[in-house]
């Protein structure tokens, strides 16, 4: 159940709109002991943020769609997703530009993120506009990240693969961490599959 503050319009948008190359076919739609990668990413979204959770698609969409059976919250179809991941974040930004008061960022692809830490996102962010909060984790801090209203005009600008990271540098806006190592296991090849699905069974 979530427990997200409720008096904050915080919505959490599951990205899972790439043509994933590298791994040869529409991982999105992979299962991880028995559950697909997107479906799983939603439900962590969900358990967080409760019916606040849109859905990124664009290669492959109506599989990715299906995959989730059904779909929780909301679904906006990313047509330039072959322009790289920023793309996906302006569409999601562009969709809840106003009705949010931050959003959450999450990648379908980044198996082992969980509800708590996406509470923990949520929750540890004080309501102001210009504050972030983002994952720390090998060594760097990335996404799942809170991005609040004073960077949606950034984000509705994003193009190509570089995403959101530079904002979390920019002087204009707070930075807060959150430590959480899990989120440094993403689902880029087959093999990255096997090896979480191992980890998870030792």
């Known amino acids: 159940m979530a427990d997200v503050k409720t008096t904050r319009r915080i919505f959490a948008a599951v990205l899972a709109a790439g043509a994933a190359t590298r791994f040869g076919s529409t991982k999105q739609i992979v299962k991880l002991d028995g559950v697909p990668l997107v ?13 606040n959770v849109l859905l990124v698609v ?5 599989a990715v769609n299906a995959a989730c059976d059904p779909p929780q919250g909301f679904i906006v179809r990313n047509d330039r997703y072959h322009g790289g991941l920023g793309t ?3 569409s999601a930004t562009r969709s809840l530009q ?14 082992l993120v969980s509800p708590p830490h996406i509470r923990s996102l949520c929750n540890t962010w004080s309501g102001t506009a210009d504050e972030i909060v983002a994952t720390e984790y090998a060594g760097t801090v990335g996404v799942p990240a809170l991005f609040p209203s004073a960077c949606f005009g950034d984000l509705m600008r994003l193009q190509g693969d570089s995403g959101a990271r530079r904002l979390l540098s920019d002087e204009r806006f707070q930075l807060r961490r959150i430590l959480f ?22």
Do not use: F, N, Y
């Open 39 to 51: 479906k799983r990413a939603m439900d962590v979204a969900a358990a967080a943020c409760g019916h």
């Open 58 to 62: 664009g290669h492959d969409w109506k």
């Open 88 to 90: 996906s974040i302006a």
């Open 98 to 111: 106003h009705v949010a008061q931050a959003i959450v960022v999450l990648l379908a692809d980044q198996a």
């Open 181 to 202: 190592e899990p989120a440094s296991v993403d689902v880029d090849t087959p093999d990255d599959l096997r090896r979480i699905s191992r980890s998870a069974r030792s």
